[in-house]
């Protein structure tokens, strides 16, 4: 080889080493990045090499904290806020990219190290974020799986049923309220009226948990065709039982009224058969009988100081009583003469007659 072709080489060779050692450095750059901050719970703006870096975490989802014309989904503040804590702004932090490095909104797409810490994974173990993939990055889908797991088996965060606004609580509490209504039917009106309201009001709650339209809450949505679709499956089953209830509780109240209103009825038609001996002597009089003023004697009607009329056709009586015939004195046969036999005094001795008949 001569001198001039050696230098040749020598000069090749250099070139390449120089290359080399420019795309090593540069490919460190990308992995290397200082948080500046926290936009969302699975989102976060960083600087890398030189430049401001929208970064979406890989494989996880957290409910949104700010949402354009609508209110933040359940936990979504608490999210961001734990990322904010844990990634303050200054933060240095490593980065790891899988086959797709960008998203459709022009995000880059990345796993953040908080020195060994896998971010992606410690949101999903405090209960506020879920594991997701999207082909063909699934590269930290099993490490976020695992991170949900525990947060689901120790009901943090998104699992929990003390967290008002979560699916877990709002499906326990629907379930108390079905669960408290008594299955047996009320003795009386009231008693069954007020356990139909109740199995009424347990079933409407978990109607509406059930018709909760998720389409626009990716978690909730993927939780609920998840690792919550079987306590959903529970409680359709209970909705359906509490409303076959509520029907028994209704029927019973419309039984019970009837029942009530025949009584009524029956007591107003019958009447006593036989009254005591004081209510008899308590009897009221009948209309006709009855005086609205004592009745006066025939002495009271007429004023004293007033003469007596007298009638001018009546005949004078004889004022002696010793004149007078007694009243209850029958006249004698003698006396009555020929009215009681007309031809007693024309019948003559020898049976022939007298002159005077």
């Known amino acids: 080889m001569t001198k001039k072709a050696i230098g040749v080489s020598l000069l090749v060779a250099g070139a390449m080493a120089v290359g080399a050692m420019a ?14 901050q926290v936009i969302d719970g699975d989102t976060v703006d960083i600087m890398v090499s030189g430049a401001k870096t929208r970064i979406q975490l890989l494989n996880v989802a957290t409910p949104q904290a700010k949402q354009p014309q609508r209110s933040a989904e359940c936990l979504g503040p608490e999210a961001a806020g734990f990322l904010e804590r844990t990634l303050p702004a200054g933060q240095k932090v490593t980065l790891e990219y899988d086959a797709q490095r960008t998203d459709h909104e022009g995000q880059t797409l990345a796993a953040v190290y908080k020195a060994d810490q896998l971010m992606n994974s410690e949101i999903a173990a405090q209960g506020f974020g879920i594991a997701i993939k999207f082909d063909p990055n699934t590269k930290f889908h099993e490490q976020v799986s695992q991170a949900q797991r525990e947060a689901e088996s120790a009901e943090r965060g998104l699992f929990s049923t003390k967290i008002a606004c979560t699916i877990p609580a709002q499906i326990n509490d629907a379930m108390k309220a079905m669960h408290s209504v008594s299955v047996e039917l009320g003795q009386t009106v009231e008693q069954a009226h007020a356990r139909a309201q109740q199995a009424a009001a347990g079933r409407a709650a978990a109607d509406a948990l059930q018709a909760q ?17 079987p306590a959903l499956e ?8 509490t409303a076959d209830l509520e029907i028994q509780h209704e029927q019973q109240v419309a039984t019970l009224s009837k ?3 025949a009584g009524r009825k029956a ?13 008899k002597a308590e009897e009221p009089m009948p209309k006709k009988f009855q ?20 009638n001018p056709n009546r005949k004078p009586v004889n004022d002696n009583p010793s ?4 009243a209850t004195q029958k006249p004698s046969r003698e006396h009555l003469g020929s009215r009681v036999n007309p031809r007693a005094n024309c ?3 020898n049976g022939q007659s007298s002159k005077n008949c």
């Open 291 to 310: 005086t609205n003023s004592p009745r006066k004697s025939k002495k009271q009607s007429q004023p004293e100081n007033q003469p007596k009329r007298v």
């Open 259 to 261: 029942k009530v209103n």
């Open 323 to 326: 004149e007078q015939r007694p």
């Open 267 to 279: 007591a107003g038609k019958q009447s006593p058969t036989q009254l005591p001996e004081e209510s």
């Open 213 to 229: 339209d998720r389409k626009e809450q990716l978690v909730s949505a993927v939780l609920a065709e998840d690792a919550l679709a």
């Open 234 to 241: 529970d409680l359709a089953e209970t909705i359906e039982q």
């Open 23 to 36: 795309l090593t450095s540069s490919s460190a750059s990308e992995h290397r990045g200082t948080v500046i």
């Open 347 to 349: 019948e003559a001795p």
